[in-house]
């Protein structure tokens, strides 16, 4: 299967300096989309694969750091690396508190930004390779029956199979049956497994889940 290739994308309103960034990130191999404004970002959204923001920090709309605080909140994964002609320390502290790559004064070095860019696109491309293996495990924990769920939810707190006969009112024999189709379906080869599948899953734990 062919790797979506990673992408950085430059925000900054002077077209002088979205070229020259252009240039230099083409350059060493990157795709890359210029854009002058947030705005143009929201209209053509993000790229499928791993993906980096080269943001300017003053910008004609919604500023670069009114985006980045406007991404956090919305709980939305983006490496952001700040250029900007303008900084100061209470700027530079505030973008990088929340979550920023890099806050490179104008003119920086190129070699800053590329490393800068590298560091994002890694942490891009392991955020997304967790976002993927998460999908597979709801893929597979959609894939049980309401019953199997419960059960799933009450072995991995340790408790026994006679103990969740008990608290769902079922045989031992009928939760052993549970059991091994859990195992089966989600993949798990032991206990632990499956625990830390139900953790990354956030599997309520020692409720039964309704049926």
Same mark, same amino acid.
């Given at each position: 299967?062919?790797?979506?290739?990673?992408?950085?994308?430059?925000?900054?309103?002077?077209?002088?300096?979205?070229?020259?960034?252009? &240039?230099?990130?083409?350059?060493?191999?990157?795709?890359?989309?210029?854009?002058?404004?947030? &705005?143009?970002?929201?209209? &053509?959204?993000?790229?499928?694969?791993?993906?980096?923001?080269?943001?300017?920090?003053?910008?004609?709309?919604?500023?670069?750091?009114?985006?980045?605080?406007?991404?956090?909140?919305?709980?939305?994964?983006?490496?952001?690396?700040?250029?900007?002609?303008?900084?100061?320390?209470?700027?530079?502290?505030?973008?990088?508190?929340?979550?920023?790559?890099?806050?490179?004064?104008?003119?920086?070095?190129?070699?800053?930004?590329?490393?800068?860019?590298?560091?994002?696109?890694?942490?891009?491309?392991?955020?997304?390779?967790?976002?993927?293996?998460?999908?597979?495990?709801?893929?597979?924990?959609?894939?049980?029956?309401?019953?199997?769920?419960?059960?799933?939810?009450?072995?991995?707190?340790?408790?026994?199979?006679?103990?969740?006969?008990?608290?769902?009112?079922?045989?031992?024999?009928?939760?052993?049956?549970?059991?091994?189709?859990?195992?089966?379906?989600?993949?798990?080869?032991?206990?632990?497994?499956?625990?830390?599948?139900?953790?990354?899953?956030?599997?309520?734990?020692?409720?039964?889940?309704? &049926?």
């Amino acid at each position: 299967m062919t790797e979506v290739p990673a992408t950085v994308i430059v925000i900054d309103d002077d077209p002088a300096i979205r070229d020259a960034l252009g &240039s230099l990130l083409r350059s060493v191999g990157f795709e890359v989309k210029l854009l002058a404004s947030v &705005s143009d970002f929201l209209k &053509s959204g993000r790229p499928d694969g791993p993906t980096c923001l080269v943001l300017d920090v003053r910008l004609p709309g919604q500023s670069g750091l009114d985006f980045q605080r406007e991404l956090s909140r919305g709980n939305i994964q983006l490496p952001i690396i700040f250029i900007t002609g303008h900084g100061d320390i209470p700027m530079s502290v505030r973008a990088m508190k929340e979550g920023a790559i890099e806050f490179l004064t104008k003119p920086f070095r190129d070699q800053d930004l590329l490393d800068a860019v590298h560091v994002g696109l890694a942490r891009d491309r392991v955020w997304l390779e967790n976002e993927k293996a998460l999908a597979t495990l709801r893929a597979r924990f959609d894939s049980l029956t309401p019953r199997e769920r419960e059960v799933m939810a009450l072995v991995v707190t340790g408790r026994l199979n006679k103990q969740i006969a008990a608290d769902l009112g079922v045989s031992e024999i009928t939760v052993k049956v549970h059991r091994s189709q859990v195992m089966q379906k989600m993949r798990a080869k032991s206990l632990p497994e499956l625990a830390r599948m139900a953790d990354k899953l956030k599997v309520a734990s020692g409720e039964p889940q309704g &049926s």
